[in-house]
């Protein structure tokens, strides 16, 4: 297993992850990430429409690399912390926090007519720990495991190789090809939903997998008049498939159910199947002879084909008595998520000041994505609005740069819940985060 990052995320908790599904940290953008680098962070994650560094052209569009004036290696580092209580009238929110760390790195350097880039940025990278009153619901409506921890994670790293083309002083193309790795984490009560025999049941349930996959990115730049830029990027739909185990104990729902004499415990192999949506960016850059740039994208997220349903598989089970119960040592679930496609809107700015100087701010718009029939503490990607700040400080070969991001608090209200048992039918989930980057990148 890779490290894992201390990027945390509250209430953003793992998305498409073990069991219940929910970036990067971006409400913003579902769970991505806006922007790479602080500088693109700070202009509202518009990265597609002004990236000119080997970081944000290699994550946000590989078509501005064959136009990165020299080989030039940026790295940043960033924090988040986030609140997000999630409660059920009449109980009050439970206070939640989390905080933590990121990083990403690029480099590029040319070889005759095309510039290659070698780098690693963290698309998704959220991890939650709270504890909390776990509300009555399960098979018989009543089961409770009471004051529990919540522990969960989802982390999407691609390692990236690209490769760009300046076709003509106006016009770029470039490629990515993204090595994909995923983990999920999970340490909660949870409720089954498909699996026919336990459908409503809920258990403790501690769940770990991960894997690799493999995803590509298409980009294009053009240049048609010196203070007017244009970008169009794609980055593929991805499936990756992780394997771990799964582990957890249902003893207060079984001897609810008048089954106590039951063994409670239980292991599993398990494998999660995670697909990730592709997404289309198209955005434009003007700058101003008096040193303001301009910059403005839309991104489209196509949630609605990748979250439909999170599929999970659980396989040589070790308890005979919940084998006999089911007929199987396999259980086959599947979580519905049915999410919408997310449409992203952004705009940034920057203005130089003097010869050192830079300041930046941004704003971008992205519509929840997140039904509330589906809605859990573990799928809240619902923020909308983003607003961002940031500076810049050139010396030398040395480019300095923070970004300051404030995804706007935002509150969802569930009526009835399309999950079985119901448990959040009635709830309230309200989120908000704020982010941090600090961007270093020397020219040599």
Not at 310 to 322: E, F, H, Q, S
Not at 326 to 346: A, K, M
């Amino acid at each position: 297993m890779l490290p894992k990052l201390p990027y945390t995320a509250l209430v953003l908790l793992l998305l498409p992850s073990a069991f219940c599904l929910l970036p990067s940290s971006a409400p913003g953008a579902g769970l991505y990430q806006d922007g790479a680098g602080a500088r693109a962070k700070a202009m509202g994650g518009a990265g597609a429409a002004v990236a000119d560094d080997p970081l944000s052209a290699l994550f946000d569009n590989p078509g501005a690399l064959g136009v990165v004036a020299q080989a030039r290696a940026p790295r940043t580092v960033g924090g988040m912390l986030a609140h997000g209580p999630v409660h059920k009238p009449p109980h009050p929110p439970p206070p939640r926090a989390t905080s933590g760390g990121i990083g990403e790195f690029a480099a590029s350097v040319p070889v005759g007519p095309v510039r290659l880039a070698l780098g690693f940025n963290p698309d998704m990278a959220v991890r939650a720990r709270w504890h909390y009153q776990d509300t009555p619901g399960g098979a018989d409506g009543a089961t409770s495991y009471g004051f529990q921890p919540n522990q969960s994670e989802i982390v999407l790293l691609r390692t990236a190789f690209g490769v760009g083309w300046q076709v003509t002083p106006q016009f770029s193309v470039g490629a990515s090809v993204g090595l994909l790795y995923n983990e999920n984490q999970l340490h909660t009560p949870f409720v089954f939903q498909r699996e026919p025999t336990l459908r409503t049941v809920k258990t403790l349930l501690d769940l770990q997998t991960d894997g690799f996959g493999v995803n590509g990115e298409f980009g294009l730049r053009w240049q048609p008049l010196p203070a007017w830029t244009f970008s169009l990027a794609y980055t593929t739909p991805a499936r990756v498939e992780t394997h771990g185990k799964a582990s957890g104990n249902a003893g207060v729902q079984l001897a609810n159910l008048g089954l106590g004499a039951a063994r409670p415990d239980f292991g599993y192999s398990a494998q999660v199947i995670n697909t990730f949506p592709g997404t289309l960016s198209a955005g434009v850059a003007w700058q101003a002879r008096w040193g303001l740039t301009l910059a403005a994208q839309f991104d489209w997220i196509h949630w609605s084909g990748a979250f439909t349903s999170l599929p999970v598989r659980l396989t040589g089970g070790n308890n005979a008595d919940l084998n006999g119960l089911v007929g199987s040592f396999r259980l086959n679930e599947d979580v519905p998520l049915r999410w919408n496609d997310q449409y992203v809107g952004r705009l940034g700015v920057e203005q130089a000041l003097g010869e050192h100087w830079t300041v930046r701010a941004g704003y971008a718009y992205g519509n929840n994505p997140v039904p509330d029939g589906t809605l859990t503490p573990l799928t809240a990607a619902i923020t909308e609005h983003l607003l961002t700040l940031g500076a810049g400080y050139r010396t030398g070969r040395w480019h300095l740069d923070a970004a300051y991001q404030w995804k706007i608090p935002a509150t969802a209200r569930v009526g009835r819940s399309d999950l079985a048992a119901g448990e959040y039918s009635d709830s309230v989930t309200s989120v908000y985060i704020q982010e941090v980057s600090v961007s270093a990148r020397v020219e040599y």
